[in-house]
RNA sequence: GCCGGAGUGGCGGAAUGGUAGACGCGCGCGACUCAAAAUCGCGUAUCACAAGGUGUGUGGGUUCAAGUCCCACCUCCGGCACCA
């Protein structure tokens, strides 16, 4: 076991890095700057999980190689600190979230301190604090101002159990992601902010950014651009007597000729308007359908799966632009009003949904493509042609491909080419109360103003009862003197606070937790500022932010919402880029013994601070760095640790035979060279590999060179702050290792002076032999030629072909 | 169904096309000890007494040489999913 006390240790260490400032970040400095980010936490009760620490280790351990290799590293932390958990616990106990708040605040503090992150605390802040949430407003302003934050009626996503709407992103198979219980659809008119105008470009800026591949490709699907076509169907009553038409959006416009009928969303428009026409004649049966769609849940509508079910709209015809016929129209749930236009054309021939309802209901299939006898033998077979082909229809289109076929068609009847996102717009507020409070106000007409700029913050007023009232609005509506407010509207149509003036109301909605958590890395670069979000200049010269680490689980959701922002942000002229993280990684999960989620109920859960106060923040950390592959998903072991521990145990022996005159061994050159190069590629945990080699190779020795065990201890340094600060100490330093310069490896020093060759006959392993090091092929088969290895399995026989890879293998083909 | 990722000892996992299993855990034997723990040393893919053979999910292929490259599959994990 170690002489060492490490809780005397971490605590005397961390204060003195913090009184001497070596971590803080001068932004104005004139060095290059680097941007290291990391997700910073919604401070739960339950404290720092492991997998924080995996995360911010690996990022702290660049960040103190970068600060060495000469970089200005911003490095900072903060909290995620307004969301639900802290109001269901202030619903329970009556305590106020902002107290619960603190309280876990600190505990992650104290955590984080202990782990010996290399944060700049001075950056600190907090979402809840005025002066951080006055700026999450003022964005919200810009965005009503451009139109991209408004309010709509529309059926959202209701969680009975948090009496809060929940975004679509927050819905999982249908439930709601935090509590489980099953969300319910309920028409409110809502804040929304409009992601789907910026949907292309953040498909598009992905090419310019460095995000692992899964990450780009997982945002790629979620926004789900694809281009097709948009096309005007003519319809009209069986006498003609009424006549609209109906937009369609379609990929296949290839495949028009082979449409047989229309389907239109029961939610689509243009069924109200049949209706109150009546043009329709069965209308009682379309409106009961109608009806049913609107009340089915998400999940009811989708886990219905195979089973399609739709109404034919009786007594009215669409007319197929591409050859004039008329086609019949039907309703069915199986399209979605929210995507393209909520219509579609039906090629049963050539689509799986519109040939299992075809089916269903007897409809007629008509072929539209052909490749060679493909069409016809899937037909035969019972299932539609869904792939490429040539145009079947006799006539000007006749046998153009797919590809040519989709632009001339949807150019002949006068459709056009359009780009559709699976993005839906973000429906941005929740009838809670611990958020950001949303900066408008309604007059007694219900007209709604925007706040005037100098309003803000807008501050979160304290209440008794945070119970949601059980109209689903927010306990801020309850809050009379809070919520009505005097004032004026000023000649821009702001609103202005003004004891003559006339009573408004404001709004009680608060922004949803992803608000505070879409820009607040641009804050840690002028944190303090109160005349803007940042300073203009400095934001210029930190954005965007250099690499970004996190969870997979935020790759559809805090990603693309705080890329939104950015972008618009910089649409405004705030920020000096379009993308605001240049390279994003994310580490693999830490799971429980055995590969199974760590949770509460399984009490599987490892904390910090026992790993901590056993052996040390430094085993801890770089156990999590040894575990397996940083952006793999590993099981946590128990007894694994115990080897970290005993490495920790011999780099403090190893101090013990620590002499001035002794040469310096090759293994930490080369071991220079791998730590560098791993870290750089977060191969952490091979990092720490040959870390181990390097150590017992210093173990086998009596004595060590100085020179190598401080090399050694630079290098582990970043990985194992607390020892090596320690050992570095013992050895007579008075500045800090943190500080010192990133070691080179001395090239002369590094080479061994000989080499195994691996001696192979037709390609198998026969052996291996010992030669200096870079002799030349002669050289070697000359010596190769007096070994017994080479006598045994060659003998006289004549080689046919001699391999030489210097210094590595002869391949003798016989 | 679609899109990603991964399959290597008892376990976590290493391997610019060039000695598969580094490093760590575990296990076995030994040293130290009255004893145990800790520590140290040696061993540890598999079949075989041995010579030697076989081995990186499966089946093919390219190559002097394949865990690595190519083709066809299988399984597991993650994401999306009536997206027209």
Redesign the pocket.
């Known amino acids: 076991?170690s002489n060492l006390d490490y809780k005397a240790l971490s605590d005397y260490w961390s204060k003195k890095w913090k009184d001497d400032g070596i971590y803080s970040t001068d932004v104005t400095r004139d060095k290059k700057k680097l941007f290291l980010l990391v997700e910073f936490p919604y401070p739960s009760g339950e404290g720092l999980h492991v997998g924080h620490v995996r995360s911010y280790t690996a990022m702290d351990v660049i960040a103190r190689k970068k600060r060495r290799e000469g970089y200005e590293v911003l490095f900072p932390m903060g909290y995620d600190a307004f969301g639900l958990p802290a109001e269901n616990y202030a619903i329970k106990t009556g305590i106020h979230p902002s107290i619960t708040t603190r309280k876990n605040i600190d505990n992650f503090e104290r955590q984080m301190m202990d782990c010996g992150f290399s944060f700049d605390w001075e950056r600190k802040f907090e979402t809840t604090d005025p002066e951080y949430y006055k700026w999450t407003q003022w964005i919200f302003l810009k965005m009503y101002e451009k139109g991209l934050a408004y309010k709509k009626e529309m059926p959202v996503n209701w969680c009975p159990k948090d009496k809060c709407v929940l975004a679509?992103?927050e819905v999982?198979?249908g439930a709601c992601e935090r509590c489980g219980t099953t969300v319910e659809k309920k028409n409110k008119e809502q804040w929304m902010l409009a992601i789907t105008k910026y949907a292309e470009r953040l498909d598009k800026d992905l090419d310019d950014t460095a995000y692992l591949?899964?990450i780009k490709?997982?945002q790629?699907?979620?926004i789900?651009l694809?281009e097709?076509?948009e096309i005007d169907f003519k319809i009209k009553s069986e006498d003609a007597s009424f006549e609209s038409s109906f937009t369609?959006?379609?990929?296949?416009?290839d495949t028009l000729f082979g449409c047989t009928y229309c389907?239109l969303?029961p939610e689509q428009p243009l069924v109200m308007e049949l209706l109150s026409n009546n043009v329709i004649t069965n209308s009682s049966e379309v409106t009961e359908y109608k009806d049913n769609a609107r009340l089915k849940t998400?999940i009811d509508?989708?886990?219905?799966?195979?089973?399609?079910?739709g109404v034919k709209l009786e007594g009215v015809v669409a007319i197929n632009p591409a050859n004039n016929e008329e086609v019949p129209v039907f309703i069915?749930?199986?399209?979605?009003?929210?995507?393209?236009?909520?219509?579609?054309?039906?090629?049963p021939a050539h689509?799986?949904?519109?040939y299992?309802?075809a089916k269903q209901y007897n409809l007629t299939i008509k072929k539209a493509i052909f490749v060679d006898d493909q069409v016809f033998i899937d037909l035969v077979n019972n299932k539609p042609y869904c792939g490429e082909g040539k145009v079947f229809e006799e006539g000007v289109f006749y046998g153009l491909t797919s590809e040519v076929a989709r632009k001339k068609i949807t150019e002949a009847v006068g459709g056009k080419i359009v780009i559709?996102?699976?993005?839906?717009d973000w429906v941005f507020a929740r009838q809670r109360y611990w958020g950001e409070p949303i900066p408008v106000v309604y007059d007694k007409d219900g007209t709604m103003y925007p706040v005037a700029e100098s309003e803000l913050p807008i501050v979160l007023p304290m209440v008794d009862k945070y119970e949601p009232t059980d109209n689903g609005e927010s306990p801020l509506a309850i809050i009379s003197d809070w919520v009505n407010v005097k004032g004026r509207i000023d000649s821009t149509g702001h609103f202005t606070t003004d004891d003559n003036g006339e009573v408004f109301r404001r709004e009680t909605d608060t922004m949803p937790q992803w608000a505070g958590s879409s820009w607040y890395f641009m804050r840690y670069i002028d944190p303090r500022n109160n005349q803007a979000l940042g300073d203009k200049d400095l934001l210029a010269k930190w954005l965007p932010v250099d690499w970004y680490n996190g969870g997979?689980?935020h790759?559809?959701l805090h990603l693309l919402y705080s890329r939104f922002w950015y972008k618009f942000l910089f649409d405004i002229g705030i920020v000096p880029t379009s993308e605001p993280y240049y390279k994003r990684t994310s580490q693999?999960m830490i799971l429980g013994a055995g590969?199974v989620?760590m949770s509460k109920s399984l009490g599987n859960v490892v904390n910090p601070d026992k790993i901590i106060t056993e052996y040390g923040a430094d085993v801890l950390r770089v156990y999590e760095m040894?575990?397996?592959?940083?952006?793999?998903?590993?099981?946590w072991?128990d007894?694994?640790?115990?080897?970290?521990?005993?490495?920790m145990?011999?780099v403090e022996?190893c101090a013990g035979k620590v002499v001035v005159n002794t040469p310096s061994l090759p293994i930490i050159h080369q071991t220079i060279v791998k730590v560098s190069r791993?870290i750089d590629s977060t191969?952490f945990?091979?990092a720490?590999?040959?870390?181990?080699?390097c150590?017992?190779e210093f173990?086998?020795k009596d004595k060590i060179a100085k020179g190598d065990f401080e090399m050694f201890l630079k290098i582990l340094a970043p990985f194992a702050p607390f020892i090596t600060e320690e050992l570095w100490k013992n050895l007579g330093y008075t500045t800090s290792i943190h500080t010192s310069g990133w070691p080179l490896p001395d090239e002369s020093l590094m080479i061994e002076s000989e080499?195994?060759?691996?001696?192979?006959v037709?390609?198998?392993?026969?052996?291996?032999f010992?030669t200096p090091k870079d002799l030349e092929e002669e050289a070697v088969i000359e010596l190769l030629k007096t070994l017994d290895i080479y006598k045994?399995?060659i003998e006289n026989a004549e080689p046919k072909?001699i391999?030489f890879?210097k210094n590595?293998?002869v391949?003798i083909?016989l």
């Open positions: 076991m679509n992103e999982v198979d591949e899964k490709t997982q790629r699907n979620w789900g694809s097709g076509s369609i959006f379609t990929t296949r416009a389907v969303a998400d509508r989708s886990a219905e799966g195979k089973e399609k079910t069915a749930d199986y399209v979605l009003p929210q995507y393209g236009t909520g219509a579609i054309m039906a090629v689509d799986e949904r519109d299992e309802f559709k996102s699976k993005l839906r997979m689980e790759t559809t693999g590969g989620k040894f575990i397996g592959p940083f952006d793999q998903s590993v099981a072991d007894k694994a640790i115990v080897g970290v521990s005993r490495f145990d011999k022996k791993d191969a945990n091979t720490i590999s040959s870390l181990m080699i150590v017992n173990e086998k080499v195994t060759y691996a001696f192979q037709a390609g198998k392993l026969r052996g291996t010992i045994k399995y072909k391999i890879v590595r293998l391949n083909v």
